[in-house]
């Protein structure tokens, strides 16, 4: 006796779009990775908000699905010039180190409010560029969402990749470090184009990086592409839509360039004259769908392809495919907890954004613990700063305007040091051990 058994039929790829109906539809719009737009955001939901919104969710206990995490790592090395991203150019990677402490303490103050080591099933680093990083930041970082997050078995863990910072033992670093999904930026595999938008990164070290990470079995593997940059044109898009195929990525997010030189400064090194018109626009997306589909992707909806095995595929034919701020997922719709300078999340029926710009980001965090206990930090410890004064001098501290450090040495005596901020002992120490 057979038993009894569900298949399901896959539907027919549809046609894409004709040329006239592309062109009917080339119109500026949002991308609807938020509704309302991340631009109708207002500044009446603050703090207190948000917080009261992290301990409702806190309050459902073990009934709210497991969380999603953004990080946002604004610093890249080089400037790309179509981007409108929200990033930091340098070259000085100390910064990345005063970023991640603040990082820490963004960390603390959201799990505090969530109440405990709340689960999470997604964890998407994001960008500027997060291999800006070293192995050892990026350990840095995971460690210490780990210690405020519980990453539970089977979780997607991914990361944005410029191709240029990356080789195939750094590769090897991310997957020990846990990361099971990749993005690569490629954007356009032409030399002209890539030199007209400052990325110069030859398809032969894309492939081989892309060969690479299949070796370190990379669950999944994504590959970024615009069109409507300078100088591209129908045939140069069309040789990188073959290489595409060729690469064959699990998934293509294929986006239009949008051009906003008033909005966004980079983009005012692009020369306008050299950008296609509306009409070359429309060609090569009609082309790029065209291509993708006779090599077997399925569109996905909102710029991007999967092939058809892929799990972002199979969620769309069972009809259970999410949308969020970190792209499409195949989790159940949860709650999106969001780290860094800009990054946006969702708790609940809200959104929130953070300050966009790092000193501002940064004076917000070092306001948290005067806000939180209705003091003025600096002056509330004056006599404690005046203390601590000495203790630097020695070299067991360091004293900034934003943190206050132990160094290697000052953590032999690490109870000295925090006797200066211990108001009950200061009149009486005999009752207490040694502190050496």
């Known amino acids: 006796m057979t038993q009894p058994c569900t298949a399901f039929i896959e539907a027919p790829l549809a046609a894409p779009l004709s040329a006239a109906v ?10 609807y990775t938020s509704y309302p737009t991340a631009d109708r955001f207002i500044e009446a939901f603050g703090a207190d908000e948000y917080a009261a919104a992290l301990r409702e969710r806190r309050d459902a206990g073990t009934s ?3 969380l999603s995490l953004y990080v946002h790592i ?7 010039y179509y981007c409108a991203c929200n990033k930091v150019v340098t070259r000085h990677r100390e910064r990345a180190t005063q970023y991640l402490a603040y990082l820490a303490r963004e960390t603390r103050l959201q799990a505090a409010q ?23 930041q990026l350990g ?4 210490m969402l780990r210690e405020s997050f519980d990453f539970i078995a089977g979780g997607e863990w991914s990361i944005e990749i410029d191709p240029r910072t990356v080789d195939a033992a750094r590769l090897a670093s991310l997957a020990a470090l846990g990361f099971n999904r990749l993005s690569f930026g490629v954007q356009d595999f032409d ?33 970024d592409l615009i069109y409507g940059l300078p100088r591209q044109n129908d045939a140069s898009f069309e040789r990188t839509m073959a290489q595409v195929c060729e690469l064959r990525p699990d998934r293509i997010a294929l986006y239009a360039y949008a051009h906003l030189p008033e909005r966004f400064k980079p983009q005012r090194r692009i020369a306008a004259e050299e950008l296609p018109d509306a009409a070359a626009r429309v060609r090569m997306l009609s082309s790029a769908i065209a291509t993708l589909s006779d090599a077997g992707y399925v569109y996905i909806g909102m710029d991007h392809f999967a092939l058809p095995d892929d799990p972002l595929a199979v969620a769309k034919r069972q009809g259970r495919l999410q949308r969020d701020f970190q792209g499409y997922s195949t989790q159940p719709e949860g709650d999106l907890v969001a780290l860094g300078v800009s990054a946006i999340g969702r708790i609940g029926a809200t959104y929130n954004q953070n300050a966009k710009t790092l000193d501002t980001y940064y004076d917000l965090l070092d306001d948290a613990i005067g806000e939180a206990h209705r003091i003025d930090f600096r002056h509330y410890f004056a006599a404690e700063f005046a203390a601590l004064g000495p203790l630097a001098a020695q070299g067991l501290v360091r004293v900034s305007d934003h ?3 132990v160094t290697a040495q000052g953590w032999f005596v690490v109870r000295a040091i ?10 009486n120490r005999t009752r207490f051990s040694r502190v050496v």
């Open 22 to 31: 592309l062109r009917q539809f080339d119109v500026a719009g949002p991308r």
């Open 64 to 66: 709210a699905p497991p």
């Open 74 to 80: 604004p610093f890249c090395e080089s400037l790309c």
């Open 114 to 136: 969530l109440g405990r080591r709340a689960a999470v099933s997604q964890l998407h680093l994001g960008g500027g560029t997060p291999t800006f990083l070293s192995d050892a």
């Open 140 to 143: 840095e970082l995971l460690a």
């Open 191 to 223: 030399p002209e184009v890539q030199k007209a938008v400052h990325r110069i990164q030859p398809a032969h070290q894309v492939f081989g990086l892309m060969a690479d990470a299949r070796a370190l079995g990379f669950k999944s593997i994504n590959a």
């Open 403 to 405: 943190d206050i450090e």
């Open 418 to 427: 925090a006797m200066v901020f211990d108001r009950y002992c200061r009149e």
